[in-house]
């Protein structure tokens, strides 16, 4: 069977029992043999039905009498994915969509259903105006356009309050629109939300120690695949459009690249390793960052890379492989219980395991995963991480702290609280980095990268000095 709705479907029914998106996906890639566009087709129903769950139900919540808590779980995935269509795809034709999942209906027991789904679909195409399908409408209808054309053309009706507006208009739970208004404003807020409901973009860091940043462009425009460099990164190239497989790419199986997102690149400049110094990455693992402190320290001097994933450690060292380091030496464990490492590192970074806030984009299930009371866990386990790697820095040592997400109560606390109890510890001003200091810095001295501004994912980094004079 390789009809991208039905296989679509099949992959929704198993993140709706708790797979994971992105393994849903790749089970159902597995047993069939896709052409590319269908492939990209069913990538797009699969992660956009997910991502946008929360607008779909509402559309169900509005236009049917039972609420979709209500609707069998594979009718509400039905109408997920006709409505997706619908809304969110402009190049296929209303028709074929309402079409093609009434077939759904048919084909997976629900025949007694069709008309339901029909009249369902139709009835939000009439709401929308007519039959060319109603994408682009919903997102005219925005917060900041209140004078914008026919609000009424969209067939979702939107609440006055603006956390549950913006909710349901870009589908989040509303926890986490509250914690980006209370930082940025209903403006920027809206372009953030906006923005993590794009596709995400590939980056590429390239690896001094094998080759150079001009001989990998070459190579990749000679395979037909278009990039761009990124200001301020002088490894870095973005991919544009879509590349194909990652693996088959040239460079990759000689180790001349990295796939690594800029953001996190940052995160190796801020440290500023130096050849020949030790340097501890505590939650290392698969290793992007691990391998970017290598190469910046020309392969020369210690890295001891910790996790207590065995599995993503295996990553690692693959990884390292690939790239033919030789510095990285790895350590399997809880880093909160590693007592050996006292006072012996010049740099320690600890990249905290975090709610990933900031990455949302390249997950579309993360917003649905993740709770106040996971980042309140979070929190918890991110300043133990601190307090006890704090401890393997020598005195006039630095350590970064990183995370990819967006919420104070895992960044910005996480430190003030870690400040508050380690007198011979503090901020330190990125210096010997060339970054513009306007567009990441704050007064605080940490970073903070808005995915919206800065065009990359969302991190918070920050450079912090152990005293001269500490024991
Ligand atoms: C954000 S990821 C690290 C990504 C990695 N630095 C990179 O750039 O590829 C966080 C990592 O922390 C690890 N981790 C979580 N809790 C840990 C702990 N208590 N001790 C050591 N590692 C931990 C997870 O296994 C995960 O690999």
Known sequence: MTNPR?????????????????VALDRVLQKVNLPDNDRRLLTELIYGSVRRQRTLDTLIDQLAKKKSHQQPQDVRTILHLGFYQLRYQERIPASAAVNTTVELAKENGFSGLTGFVNGLLRQYLRKAGGAGGAGGVAEKNSLLLPQSPAPDVDPLQLPENPVERLGILHSFPDWIIQVWLEQLGLADTEKLCEWMNQSPTIDLRINPLRTSIEEVETA??????????????????????????????????EGWWTVQDSSAQLVGHLLDPQPGEVVIDACAAPGGKTTHIAELMGDKGKIWACDRTSSRLRKLQENSQRLNLQSIQIYTGDSRHFNQFQNTADRVLLDAPCSGLGTMHRHADARWRQTPESVRELSVLQQELLTHTSTFVKAGGVLVYATCTLHPAENEQVISAFLAKSPDWQIEPPSGVDLPDSAYNTPQGWFKVWPHRQDMDGFFMVRLRKTNNSE
């Open 220 to 253: 990749l425009q000679s395979a037909g695949v278009l990039v761009r460099r990124i200001p301020y990164l002088p490894q870095a190239l973005r991919l544009i459009g879509n590349a194909g497989s990652i693996q088959k790419l040239p460079g990759f199986r």
């Open 6 to 22: 039905q296989l679509a479907f099949i992959a929704l029914r198993d993140v709706h029992k708790g797979a994971y998106a992105d």
